[in-house]
């Protein structure tokens, strides 16, 4: 092994101007000076208190912007939901554990809150046995073969 002189220091590089120097005016105009390349950019709003101003442009956007929403499930639905499963005399609660489902989605569907999901609207309509899709909402299922 080759021996080494643990004594001697050698310095790769100097350590730059703290965050505070490099900011300064007068740290700034001596880079210049010396022909470094400084980028310098001003923000925008800085040092005031403003977190949220409004632009020019938001009344705009307010007056363009369409409602956009989800379809929810239909009143007439959530009622028809309710009188199956109480015909059946089950709770809300019985009914979701017959369909897997959390006893909320329930209550989320008979209230109409609920943004209609086929797969879950047919678990209900299996279960309460009364039609919640189409157009003879509220009607028995046919029991029969599928059709294929």
Same mark, same amino acid.
């Given at each position: 092994?080759? *021996?080494? @002189?643990? +004594?001697?220091?050698?310095?790769?590089?100097? %350590?730059?101007?703290?965050?505070?120097?490099? =900011?300064? =005016?007068?740290?700034?105009?001596?880079?210049? !000076? !010396?022909? *470094? +390349?400084?980028?310098?950019?001003? =923000?925008?709003?800085? /040092?005031? $208190?403003?977190?949220?101003?409004?632009? %020019? $442009?938001?009344?705009?956007? +307010?007056?363009?912007? *369409?409602?956009?929403?989800? +379809?929810?499930?239909?009143?007439?639905?959530?009622?028809?939901?309710?009188?199956?499963?109480?015909?059946?005399?089950?709770?809300?609660? @019985?009914?979701?554990?017959?369909? $897997?489902?959390?006893?909320?989605?329930?209550? @989320?569907?008979?209230?109409?809150?609920?943004?209609?999901? $086929?797969?879950?609207? /047919?678990?209900?309509? !299996?279960?309460? /046995?009364?039609?919640?899709?189409?157009?003879?909402?509220?009607?028995?299922?046919?029991?029969?073969?599928?059709?294929?």
């Amino acid at each position: 092994m080759a *021996e080494s @002189d643990w +004594d001697t220091v050698t310095v790769l590089r100097k %350590k730059g101007p703290t965050a505070a120097q490099a =900011k300064s =005016k007068q740290a700034i105009l001596a880079a210049q !000076r !010396r022909g *470094e +390349d400084v980028e310098t950019s001003k =923000k925008w709003a800085a /040092g005031q $208190n403003r977190q949220h101003s409004i632009t %020019k $442009n938001t009344a705009k956007l +307010d007056r363009e912007t *369409e409602e956009l929403h989800h +379809d929810r499930v239909t009143l007439e639905v959530g009622k028809v939901i309710q009188q199956g499963r109480q015909s059946k005399g089950l709770t809300q609660k @019985d009914l979701a554990t017959k369909i $897997n489902e959390k006893p909320q989605v329930i209550a @989320d569907y008979e209230s109409g809150r609920a943004i209609p999901n $086929n797969q879950v609207l /047919g678990k209900i309509e !299996r279960a309460i /046995g009364l039609k919640l899709r189409g157009k003879d909402i509220g009607k028995p299922i046919e029991k029969g073969p599928r059709a294929k």
